[in-house]
């Protein structure tokens, strides 16, 4: 059974900082990872998506890894921003099954 | 671009009452997944569907039931609701194995 786990569970920073989130899975074989945003009791928002033959993607500000053989993604966000603030979600997607499994968050604080 | 809708958005019930979700997939989207989340939880993985037949089940309670139909959108039931079926809930849809979601459902048992 895929487990996902993610540290820290909460992270504050002042604003500019740049910082990196990580995600780890204990079963490697899977399709593709994708990281999400999560605003408080609202919908998740895809932020990027690494198949599994790629190392890492990026999108604006936002750069995330994959180490697939190891079971490890990184999320890094530089020159971070109050706006940031948010729980961000990694989930892979495992082929048994079909279906992505969520890891347990990070609940990051920007500050001013 | 068209996204993935759910309705309600809201939805307010007494115990032991019945809910109905529903879920709109992006156009040419064939593959449905619901996901349950508690207060402070990760999404859990209820159920999906593709091509309208069940593809897989995960922590659905047997007083929930989901389909797909020929449409593609998704209803997810539930009966004899309890206080800890109090969650938001999401409905996911995928091209190719790229998940998107939709906003949610926030179902309140009171």
């Known amino acids: 059974k895929q487990e996902v786990t993610q540290i820290p569970a909460a992270l504050s920073v002042p604003e500019g900082e740049n910082l990196v989130l990580n995600c780890s899975f204990t079963d490697s074989a899977i399709y593709n990872l994708q990281w999400f945003r999560q605003d408080p009791g609202k919908g998740l928002t895809s932020l990027l998506l690494?198949?599994?033959?790629?190392r890492e993607q990026t999108s604006g500000r936002l750069n995330a890894s994959l180490d697939k053989s190891s079971g490890r993604s990184t999320l890094y966000i530089a020159a971070s921003q109050p706006g940031d603030s948010a729980t961000y979600l990694c989930?892979?997607?495992?082929?048994?099954?079909?279906?992505?499994?969520f890891g347990t968050g990070t609940q990051l604080k920007v500050e001013l | 671009a068209a996204g993935v809708i759910q309705s309600p958005r809201h939805l307010i019930k007494e115990k032991r009452e019945t809910a109905t979700l529903k879920c709109y997939p992006i156009?040419?989207?064939?593959?449905v997944y619901w996901y349950q989340q508690g207060p402070g939880q990760d999404p859990q993985f209820l159920i999906s569907f593709y091509e309208k037949m069940q593809s897989d089940k995960g922590s659905i309670p047997d007083r929930f039931s989901a389909q797909q139909f020929s449409d593609y959108h998704s209803e997810l039931n539930m009966s004899s609701l309890e206080l800890g079926d109090s969650a938001l809930y999401f409905c996911a849809t995928m091209t190719g194995t790229e998940a998107f979601f939709g906003q949610g459902t926030r179902l309140t048992v009171v």
């Open positions: 989930a892979v997607f495992t082929g048994g099954g079909n279906k992505l499994t």
């Open positions: 156009p040419r989207h064939d593959t």
């Open positions: 690494i198949q599994s033959s790629q």
